[in-house]
């Protein structure tokens, strides 16, 4: 750790852009058409001398980080806002004297967390703050040191030291923790949304979109040879048996294998409710194959009671069913480990909860994996990541990681690369031709036989390899959520 480079923030600055979508995602209680892009453009100086300029950004959507009903979509994102603010000040604060990123990350992240207690924040959303200055500082460093981020972290070059998080992991190297070799490819796990058509027929002719891309369930599994999907489930027993023979009828028409993760998001109180669904699903012949190729299921109960030790046995009795993991939980550096003491398996790896917390939680897997005698995992889960800087940045770490699959869905709710300018879509042709495809005048992303191909991202930084084009978007302090509408 003492041979990792030394660093200080030197300047922030953040700029906005809005984005409206192609089509609505209906997640839980949201409905999403309409979403600002919060960057953040970082510059930092190594104590050895030279200065680089990292990068980091992430859509702000309503009611995912919080979804406390008092709040408005105007709330979340001035919450949000708030904290990339205080997390910019606070690393602005601790840079005095240069350390190495973990020292400074370990620091500022707890900081964070308290400064938003005090705001009445959760944790999920002042650690956002955190988790953009964390990808603005690992992106300068790798480009000032030459390194891609697997190398980063092949290297210790951030200076991490797993054991000062979890006493169980004292002496683990990152290296341990990560692929061998960055993966070269990603299976995509399509996101079926609760509104998304499923049948090109059930289209109202008024509703039809004419952009180049398809639009139901149908089409997509023509066009990009899915095999790997994620279907959302409302809490509505009824409605949604109904919708998954819908889905699973289709699925099961193409003749080919195919895998899948069930999403509750966070759409039930207790876990009988949820149980009783799985009980059905289990009865109806029609989705016997359905529930053979549903590999874990995803976060069924709400935030506040999911990590509730009350609940433990209905926890342990879904996960003896089929492995449960958390998403919207895991808002801690120790919520995995409490979660396995409830009987859960698994945890999302976001870039919007951190990149360092993940890495913990892939180590943790490791280690009670060993413990146990079963597999305890890590799952690559989406936040409707857009290019350029979102979804590189996030693929560059689950290729990091080595985690197959992926749920994606931003290529699928808006148009290709159309939110980005001329400058940025050709560059995007230029330094990563192989992530994306024509799209007509524009570029979207290249999925084939439901791949998509990640070497481009082995460059200096997380994954970004290219100039962003700051002059086409807001400065924040100019931009009013108004613009949204």
């Given amino acids: 750790m003492e041979s990792a480079p030394r660093l200080a923030l030197r300047q922030t600055r953040f700029f906005m852009r809005n984005v409206r979508t192609r089509m609505p995602f209906k997640y839980g209680v949201a409905t999403l058409t309409s979403v600002p892009i919060l960057h953040l453009v970082a510059e930092l100086e190594l104590e050895r001398g030279g200065r680089a300029t990292g990068v980091a950004a992430d859509i702000l959507p309503p009611k995912w980080f919080d979804k406390d009903p008092a709040k408005s979509y105007e709330d979340n994102v001035a919450d ?83 054991g000062r998080l979890h006493p169980e992991l004292r002496g683990a190297e990152p290296s341990q923790c990560i692929a061998p070799q960055p993966l070269g490819t990603l299976h995509i796990r399509h996101t079926v949304g609760l509104a998304d058509p499923i049948r090109s027929a059930e289209i109202p002719s008024a ?63 207790e876990m009988e409710g949820f149980l009783e669904l799985v009980r059905r699903i289990e009865a109806d012949p029609s989705l016997a194959r359905f529930w053979a190729s549903t590999l874990y299921i995803e976060q069924p109960l709400e935030r506040s009671l999911a990590l509730e030790p009350s609940l433990a046995p209905g926890i342990r009795a879904t996960s003896a069913r089929k492995p449960l993991l958390i998403d919207e939980s895991d808002g801690d550096l120790d919520s995995f480990r409490r979660a396995v003491d409830l009987g859960y398996l698994g945890v999302s790896a976001k870039n919007c909860k951190g990149l360092i917390k993940a890495l913990a939680n892939q180590a943790l897997a490791h280690h009670f994996s060993a413990l146990q005698g079963r597999p305890f995992f890590l799952t690559g889960e989406d936040l409707m990541n857009l290019p350029v800087v979102p979804l590189q940045q996030d693929l560059a770490q689950l290729a990091a990681l080595g985690i197959p699959h992926a749920e994606r869905n931003g290529h699928h709710y808006v148009r290709g690369l159309d939110h980005l300018s001329e400058s940025e879509r050709q560059a995007c042709a230029r330094t990563h031709g192989a992530l994306y495809a024509p799209l007509g005048s524009s570029l979207a992303l290249a999925i084939r036989q439901g791949r998509i191909d990640l070497t481009s991202l082995q460059c200096p930084g997380l994954g970004v390899g290219m100039e962003v084009d700051t002059a086409s978007m807001i400065p924040l302090e100019e931009w009013k959520f108004e613009s949204l509408a």
Wanted: charged share 20%.
């Fill in 80 to 162: 949000l806002l708030w904290a990339a603010r205080r997390a910019a000040e606070l690393y602005a604060e601790l840079s005095g004297q240069p350390r190495t990123f973990f020292a400074l990350w370990q620091e500022a992240s707890a900081t964070l967390l308290d400064a938003g207690d005090q705001q009445g924040l959760n944790h999920l959303t002042s650690g956002h703050g955190a988790s953009l200055m964390e990808r603005a500082l690992i992106d300068g460093l790798g480009r000032a040191l030459g390194q891609s981020y697997h190398a980063l972290l092949r290297n210790n070059a951030l200076g991490l030291d797993l």
């Fill in 207 to 269: 509703e039809r979109l004419a952009d180049g891309l398809p639009q139901s369930l149908e089409e997509y599994l023509q066009v990009q040879q899915l095999s790997y999907f994620k279907v959302k489930v409302s809490g509505r027993l009824e409605a949604d048996l109904e919708r998954l023979c819908t889905i699973a009828a289709l699925l099961d028409s193409t003749g080919t294998q195919y895998h899948l993760s069930l999403d509750g998001n966070e759409q039930y109180k």
